[in-house]
């Protein structure tokens, strides 16, 4: 994989678009389809409501962003709403993030797209009466709220992974898909609440202290200590976690 950008023969008046061809051009050079590892991945074309790519082999499909910084804990999205219903929705893409650096590729990560659910969503304050789009309500992407388990790293830090690792790590990470909306947030908190426990091992007893921030989030839930275990079952069967006994677990695939 070559992690420079392509010279362009084209002069581009404006920055944006001129970075927009640049990471577009290198990910269709460069980046293979993670879950059947085809090369060649086709672009839909500019302004395509679906996503920027997708794989004519397997069909998935795939959007990019990409930031010229360190990707922090937010990502500029599109207009909140029709963001909101993508999400809801089955043709939802996977989410490739790009850090460059100049003209160098730094880091880039893949987020498979049942990680996302509305939650990762955040939504802006319209924009004022006096902007050029006044009214329009658009979204950030709550990045840093995705389990490290949807983070899958590509190239990290100007170096490639190996594709086998990548496609195996994506392949683990398809394993957790859950297409029931509700369950697949309770999913999410739970795995985010496993990655803020700073040691490899961790108790049942140390989730159900979280438990009033997650009963919070999910109000109509009577009986969060029995989703909490329902989603340690579920971890465990996929092999994210190994159950030790006596209320006591270990990451295995978690961070
Ligand atoms: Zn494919």
Redesign the pocket.
Known sequence: MNLTFPELQIDYRSSPQRIRVLTETWFKNEVY??????YNLLKFPNNSKLADFY?G????VFELKSKGKPIGKTILDGAYYAALERINSSTNPNLFVLHYNQNFVENLTLVPKHFFTPDTLVIRKALSSHARRAGYIGSVINYGGIPSAGKIAVIEAHREIFKDSVMKNYAHAVSLRVRNMDLRGWLMDVMKCIDNIPHEFFSLGELYRLKDELGVKHPSNHNVKAKIRQQLQFLRDKGFIEFLGRGKYRKILLG
């Open positions: 389809c993670p879950a059947c590892g085809n794989c082999r397997c069909g998935e």
